[in-house]
Nanobody, 125 residues
Framework: QVQLVESGGGLVQAGGSLRLSCAAS????????MGWFRQAPGKEREFVAG????????YYADSVKGRFTISRDNAKNTVYLQMNSLKPEDTAVYYC??????????????????WGQGTQVTVSS
């Protein structure tokens, strides 16, 4: 069993920055690929970024490439999402997710076993 708790969301003006954190419980974190997803009202949940088990590989949606950075600290059982140059269209609930037992990132949400409760990010224009 893995529990994920996100934090760091909030209200920010366009062009600003936020750093999301996702704290994980359980021994399997360090061997699990992790992902960040987001869901805006009336839209499907979409892949934002993913990181392999050791941080050696990272992946991004085209819409955030160059602005967002995913990282992880396995000693702290935490994955981060640094979001810079935020735009109003980044407004959504952001979720972290874990692929327990798999070291490889995939983009479909169905590929993840555990999810956090989500944290709201609102970017004003």
């Amino acid at each position: 069993q893995v529990q994920l708790v996100e934090s760091g969301g909030g209200l920010v003006q366009a062009g600003g920055s936020l750093r999301l954190s996702c704290a994980a419980s359980g021994r399997t974190f360090s061997s699990s690929a992790m992902g960040w997803f987001r869901q805006a009202p009336g839209k499907e949940r979409e892949f934002v970024a993913g990181i392999s088990w050791n941080g050696g590989s990272t992946y991004y949606a085209d819409s955030v490439k160059g602005r967002f950075t995913i990282s992880r600290d396995n000693a702290k059982n935490t994955v981060y999402l640094q979001m810079n140059s935020l735009k109003p269209e980044d407004t959504a609930v952001y979720y972290c997710a874990a692929r327990v037992g798999s070291t490889v990132v995939v983009r479909p949400a169905a590929g993840y076993d555990y999810w956090g409760q989500g944290t709201q990010v609102t970017v004003s224009s």
